[in-house]
């Protein structure tokens, strides 16, 4: 699972925090409860023992010889029964030890009724046996035993009762504590540690939740500002060596342009030439971006870069071409192609070699498939090739050369259009016709004659084979 925002890691923090406290108090509070009740069930248990034992203790020293109701005995034992405070909503009473008939009890004054109850022969439940209160004391009492417990249920409540047995007197002492009320008091001691719990919880999940978002934050800005180090660092080396490229590049596309007699400005005139043409399509082709147009304007100058493996015999020759010698020309394209794809196997995928292997192999083809060296046709041939055609053949033609002088820009503007969908891209030369105006003040800005020294020789300048093919 990924984490993909700040929100998200810091829910699934809380969520899981507040699952691991959360489930921690409640196992915490169920084992305190449970420990807790069996504490208080034997100090119950030990604490009814001892009220029953005292009771009986006090019964036996009054010397009393008849507890029946209505004596002095009796009268003696019922005032003892209703002073003595027995807790947990408990209570004494005394009973008789042959039929269970009630004796004593501290809500007679208010209901004699009790007298006609016999709470000795209730049963007794003690773990999986029950018995009758008198049972289980004349049980006891026969392995010379004098105290029995259990639980009795009493108008439909439970009860925790000790019964202590006074043979002599036809009497059991017995002391009822109400085990609702003792579940009260575990209750009334666990629930406020329960409730201390969820609420250390709720403020150690909240204040681990705030203090997550503080650092988080602290770490996204750090992380942050060491990204933007890092990628304006990333940006500048980029930069650099993008500029160590294209200077090696040109100095190359210059060395190899230097053997046929073109003027040294021949490839930066390319340049803004198919920048301007590929800014222009760029409005009906989705292909044409910013990249696109920074590597083509670069890729651009290593079109003839083939050249530097003609012989100087064809390179250089002022006549035209043989058959043999024109076959020859043409494979500037295919040694163009094939170096820069040398270049590209030592490399990983790059586009820019792509680009201008692309414009090195195909900048001859024409769009009816007149060119070469593939013939190849309308869009099958790589749309910056169709660009840098263009433009190579405008150059050509508006550039003065030893064997011709320069065309008019109107010249061949009309010449270009004339070969619409033929030898050019009608897409490409509708954005040449947009953008003539630019071609023109460029060619008129930089154009300059040829330096005719540099290129004696007993052949006529190729050019003229050069601008042959393109016409």
Known sequence: MRIKSRFFLVAMLVTSQAACLGFGVVWTTGWLWQEFEMVVHHNVV?????????????????????????????????????????????????????????????????????????????????????????????????????????????????????????????????????????????????????????????????????????????????????????????????????????????????????????????????????????????????????????????????????????????LLKRGELTPTERRAMELHTLLGSESLAAIRRQLERDPFLELAQEIAIAHHEHWDGGGYPNGTQGKEIPLAARIVALADVYDAMTTDRPYKEAASHGEVQQWIASRYAEQFDPSVVEAFIAREQDFARISTATTRKPNETSCESTVEDPKVEHLADHA
């Open 46 to 314: 030990s604490q009814g023992k001892a009220i029953s034992q005292e009771l009986a203790a006090k019964t036996s020293g009054l010397a009393l010889k008849n507890v029946e109701p209505g004596t002095s005995g009796w009268l003696q034992v019922q005032s003892l029964c209703e002073q003595t405070q027995i807790p947990h909503e408990g209570f004494a009473c005394l009973m008789r030890y042959d039929n269970g008939a009630m004796i004593c009890h501290p809500d007679l004054p208010e209901d004699p009724g009790l007298l006609r109850l016999f709470p000795g022969s209730c049963l007794l439940l003690r773990g999986e046996s029950s018995v009758s209160i008198i049972t289980a004391m004349r049980e006891v009492e026969a392995a010379n035993g004098h105290v029995v417990q259990g639980k009795v249920e009493l108008d439909g409540d439970l009860h925790l009762v000790t019964a202590y047995g006074l043979p002599k007197l036809n009497a059991i002492m017995a002391v009822y504590q109400r085990d609702r009320s003792i579940e009260l008091f575990v209750a009334s001691i666990v629930r406020p540690v329960m409730q201390m719990g969820y609420a250390l919880t709720a403020f150690i999940v909240g204040a681990t939740a705030l203090i997550t978002i503080f650092l988080s934050d602290r770490y996204e800005a750090g992380i942050a500002k060491a990204n933007a180090r890092l990628e304006e660092g990333v940006q500048e080396r980029t930069r650099s060596l993008l500029h160590s490229r294209n200077a090696v590049v040109v100095a190359l596309a210059k060395l190899a342009e230097s053997r046929d007699c073109d003027t040294g400005e021949h490839l930066d005139r390319i340049r803004s030439y198919v920048i301007i043409l590929a800014t222009e399509l760029a409005k009906t082709h989705q292909e044409i971006d910013h990249h696109f147009v920074a590597n083509l304007a670069i890729a651009s100058s290593l079109h003839d870069i083939g050249k530097a493996g003609i012989p100087d015999a064809v």
